[in-house]
Nanobody, 121 residues
Framework: QVQLVESGGGLVEPGGSLRLSCTAS????????MAWFRQPPGMERAFVAA????????NYADSVRGRFTISRDNAKNMVYLQMNDLKPEDTGTYYC??????????????WGQGTQVTVAS
């Protein structure tokens, strides 16, 4: 199990961009798929994007496909979420998560503490 710390959140205007980072420490990061989730105010946490252990295969929620890009750097123990063309409905707390196994399955082993993203004029 790894420890995860997110960063990069903030306030951005609609149409703007942010890049979130997730720093991992501990064993197992480079052999695990990783994912980003978000929790809008008053709503449940929902899947945003995932990437397999080699960074070759990614999948996205329909609401962000074409605007968000997940990537990873195993040498640096980092996962990123590049978010472009942000919309107010992208507002929420964003969480990084470690998946059990090399390909994303939705079985999650660890979570970060979250970083807040607010999209508003």
């Amino acid at each position: 199990q790894v420890q995860l710390v997110e960063s990069g959140g903030g306030l951005v205007e609609p149409g703007g961009s942010l890049r979130l980072s997730c720093t991992a420490s501990g064993r197992g990061f480079s052999t695990s798929a990783m994912a980003w989730f978000r929790q809008p105010p008053g709503m449940e946490r929902a899947f945003v994007a995932a990437i397999n252990w080699r960074g070759i295969r990614a999948n996205y929620a329909d609401s962000v496909r074409g605007r968000f890009t997940i990537s990873r750097d195993n040498a640096k123990n980092m996962v990123y979420l590049q978010m472009n063309d942000l919309k107010p409905e992208d507002t929420g707390t964003y969480y990084c998560a470690q998946n059990y196994g090399a390909d994303y399955s939705g079985r999650l082993a660890a979570w970060g503490q979250g970083t807040q993203v607010t999209v508003a004029s």
